[in-house]
Structures are given as C-alpha cells and as structure tokens.
C-alpha cells in the first residue's frame, strides 16, 4: 500500500521559496510505472496540476505553463522523496499543496493516468 | 487546456436517494476521466477511473459511464458519509485538468 507523507512550512513570505517535501512508503521514487505529481488547491483557482518527477531510464520532468519558470520538482533517491520548489511566490501561491502518485499510459511517451494515492496536504500561506 | 465544467455545482438530496452528476469536457477525451471524491480537510481520493472503472475498495454504489465530451458519476443510493465534493479529472491530454467540483449537501 502506497502512502505519501508531505512535510514543510505552511507560512512563506512574499518573494521567497515554497518547499515541500513528499515521503514515499510502499513504493520507489525511482520505479518505472509511476510519476510523482505536485497539485495545489484553492478556492480561486480549484484544483491545478503543477508538475511531476519520474524515471524512465532517465529522469524526466513535466510542468504546468502557468508556473513553468519558478517550479522545480527533484527526486531524492537516497531519502525515496520527491520536493517541489516554488520560487518567487505571490499570495496567489497560497493554497493547499498535495503530492500524488501517478502512473503513465503504457507505450505512451509524456502521457497520463489518474492520480492515486495523494498525500495529506499542506496548507501553505503567502504572507508577510 | 482541455476545460471540465460540472453540473450542478452544489445540490442538496436525502439518505438513499439517487443522484447523478454530470461533467463535460471542452474537446473529446476518450475514456480518460476519473472520478473524486474530497471531504472537508481531506485529500481527494480516487473513486473511478477510465470513466467506468471502480477503483479497488470503493462501494458498488458508486458508477461512472460515458465516453467523448459527456459523463456522469452516479450514486445508486446515498449513504450518509458519501455528502462531500465531487470531482472528474481528464487525463487525455497535458496538461490534466480538473472540474470545479460539485457539493452534494444534505437536505
């Protein structure tokens, strides 16, 4: 059985770096039928895939446009963890963080699946 | 970005009732739908996926049907713990999006 376990401050100061971490227990970070995703929650903007980590002989990583330039996601192998880093954050940032485990359509390069399990999420504010 | 609209977005119903919601995808996406469900201060958890497939451990009252544009998620007969918020999600095409949610309340 899968479960993730996020970890990190839930208070930021505008212009800084968000980080969180996501534990991995019953699975590999580095498995070859997973992706490890990121995905906030607020009430302005609902539900919004951000990015993903996985390893398909190499590591790989997808993000969403609208964070592109500010978002990095990192594989911890040695931890079995996965972060994400948000960089020059606004208070549009604040919002629920999850990590969540996801897999890839078989034979089907960059796509994806539904995202099961989910971590326990972490509220996180932009604030001064 | 492929936009899922749902319908309604809160509605109020009673134990036992049967309810359907209804959620539409801005271009065709297959079968490439799932299903959540979130209650408050929760993850959302997985309750369908492949727009028809029930996700080990969720009860059979829970259904899911439809391919292309249009699909439902259909609770046969509510159970007290089943009043939360309800989303699909497509995963056709990156990036994956979401619903807006749908609040099932009790009446």
């Known amino acids: 059985q899968v479960q993730l376990q996020q970890s990190g401050p839930g208070l930021v100061k505008p212009s800084q770096t968000l980080s969180l971490t996501c534990a991995i227990s019953?699975?590999?970070?580095?498995?070859?039928?997973?992706?490890w995703n990121w995905i906030r929650q607020s009430p302005s903007r609902g539900l919004e895939w951000l990015g993903r980590?996985?390893?398909?002989?190499?590591?790989?990583?997808d993000y969403a446009v609208s964070v592109k330039s500010r978002i990095t996601i990192n594989p911890d192998t040695s931890k079995n963890q996965f972060s994400l880093q948000l960089n020059s954050v606004t208070p549009e940032d604040t919002a629920v963080y999850y990590c969540?485990?996801?897999?890839?359509?078989?034979?089907?390069?960059?796509?994806?699946?539904?995202?099961?399990?989910w971590g326990q999420g972490t509220l996180v504010t932009v604030s001064s | 970005a492929i936009r899922m609209t749902q319908s309604p977005s809160s509605f109020s119903a009673s134990t036992g009732d049967r309810v359907t919601i209804t959620c539409r995808a801005s271009q065709g996406i297959s079968s490439y739908l799932a299903w959540y469900q979130q209650k408050p201060g929760k993850a959302p958890k997985l309750l369908i996926y492949a727009a028809s497939t029930l996700q080990s451990g969720v009860p059979s009252r829970f259904s899911g049907s439809g391919s292309g544009t249009d699909f439902t998620l259909t609770i046969s007969c509510l159970q007290s713990e089943d009043f939360a918020t309800y989303y699909c999600?497509?995963?056709?095409?990156?990036?994956?999006?979401f619903g807006q949610g749908t609040r099932l309340e009790i009446k």
């Open positions: 969540a485990r996801g897999t890839l359509r078989i034979a089907v390069a960059g796509s994806f699946n539904w995202f099961d399990p």
């Open positions: 999600q497509q995963y056709y095409s990156y990036p994956p999006t």
């Open positions: 980590t996985y390893y398909r002989s190499k590591w790989y990583n």
């Open positions: 019953g699975d590999s970070v580095s498995s070859n039928s997973a992706a």
